[in-house]
């Protein structure tokens, strides 16, 4: 079973970058599609962004859409997202999970402690 590590938060002023990793700190990345998820203060978590196991196919919720990239490196058994031109509502705990394929349920065991992420205005 895989398990993953997020790392890469901090505090970044409105319009700045930042990426975060999800690195797997037992197993491999390689078979499974791999989901980034924001829960915001006050919001429920939500699904930011998403790689398939597959074909490497993408998706992204419509608040990130242009803004952020996912991507995934089996090599270094580490996914990726790049946050470009941030906006103070990207605040908050971001945390990466492992699933059989997009859009399926999350594996309980593979999520992360997350990683805080703040936008200054």
């Known amino acids: 079973q895989v398990r993953l590590a997020e790392s890469g938060g901090g505090l970044v002023q409105s319009g700045g970058s930042l990426r975060l990793s999800c690195a797997a700190t037992?197993?491999?990345?390689?078979?499974?599609?791999i989901g980034w998820f924001r829960r915001s203060p006050g919001k429920e978590r939500e699904a930011v962004s998403c790689?398939?196991?597959?074909?490497?196919?993408?998706e992204y919720d419509d608040s990130v859409k242009g803004r952020f990239t996912i991507s995934k490196e089996n090599a270094k058994n580490t996914a990726y997202l790049q946050m470009n031109n941030r906006k103070p509502e990207d605040t908050g705990l971001y945390s990466c999970?492992?699933?059989?394929?997009?859009?399926?349920?999350?594996?309980?065991?593979?999520w992360g402690q997350g990683t805080q992420v703040a936008v200054l205005s």
């Open positions: 037992s197993g491999t990345l390689d078979y499974y599609a």
């Open positions: 790689i398939s196991a597959i074909d490497g196919t993408k």
């Open positions: 999970a492992a699933m059989t394929e997009c859009g399926t349920r999350t594996f309980a065991d593979s």
